[in-house]
């Protein structure tokens, strides 16, 4: 009776051991494809592709993001600018660092932001600060150049002619950088500012620079409207103001 049970007992072990051997074996590829599943529902919520958001951007951008995904080293975009491209959390600076690393990563992607309080472009170009811009090797760099600052102030002639100086400072010592310009944000009821954007527009197009226009994404400068937009000496965007400009140069960035 004995030799009985401990037969039926080992008979009971071996087939607990093999039905949880079956167990095992259906649930692994089944485990294993959940997984693999998980991680591309991952892949394509954080944005998929980068060649899909780099859509919009000129070729220059393009390959070198192409450039990053090869080799490993992100692409460096340096932002500089006045006081308007603030360093502050509520920036668009930074509004706009947040959106291109959901979308490329910051393996794909380095922001580094430089400000210049109340600088114009005779002090950028009489202190040398133009460079940081060197010292920094961008392989991106958008430049909002003083525009406002220099409103009323330098005027736009020597506006151009300083801007020149500075990027042939740039362009020599920083070796195939794309250079994106954009303008100060927008006041209200500006005369001769407007004009001045469009100058330089002008000046981009003629030197083979980038040049976005944010003004697009915000209320008509004739308009009081866009006063909800500024400080209340419009010397700088204020939390609605950093937002559309961030809105817009996302749109520019990543592609939807």
Request: glycine fraction near 4%; aromatic fraction near 10%.
């Amino acid at each position: 009776m004995k030799v009985i049970v401990n037969v039926m007992a080992a008979v009971a072990l071996i087939a607990t051991i093999v039905a949880g051997k079956l167990y095992w074996n259906y649930q692994t590829p089944e485990r294993a494809e959940v997984a693999t599943s998980a991680s591309a529902s991952s892949s394509k919520a954080r944005g998929g592709s980068w060649e899909d958001y780099a859509s919009n951007l000129p070729e220059g951008v393009v390959e070198k993001l192409a450039d990053a995904s090869e080799t490993g080293e992100p692409m460096k975009l340096v932002i500089v600018g006045s006081q308007s491209t603030s360093k502050g959390e509520n920036g668009w600076p930074a509004l706009l660092t947040e959106k291109l690393d959901e979308a490329y990563g910051e393996a794909l992607v380095d922001v580094e932001v430089y400000e210049y309080k109340e600088m114009n472009t005779l002090d950028f170009v009489r202190s040398d600060t133009y460079e940081d811009i060197v010292k920094a090797q961008p392989d991106v760099l958008l430049f909002e150049p003083f525009l406002l600052n220099d409103n009323g102030v330098v005027g736009i002639k020597n506006t151009l002619e300083n801007l020149d100086v500075i990027m042939t400072h740039v362009t020599d010592e920083v070796e195939d950088v794309v250079t994106i310009l954009q303008p100060s944000q927008p006041i209200y009821n500006a005369v001769n500012y407007p004009v001045e954007v469009e100058e330089l527009a002008s000046f981009a197009k003629e030197n083979n620079y980038e040049f976005v226009n944010h003004w697009e994404a915000w209320p008509d400068y004739k308009s009081e409207e866009i006063l909800d937009y500024l400080s209340e000496d419009q010397r700088q965007p204020n939390k609605k103001g950093h937002e559309t400009w961030a809105e817009f140069l996302t749109e520019y960035f990543v592609a939807s």
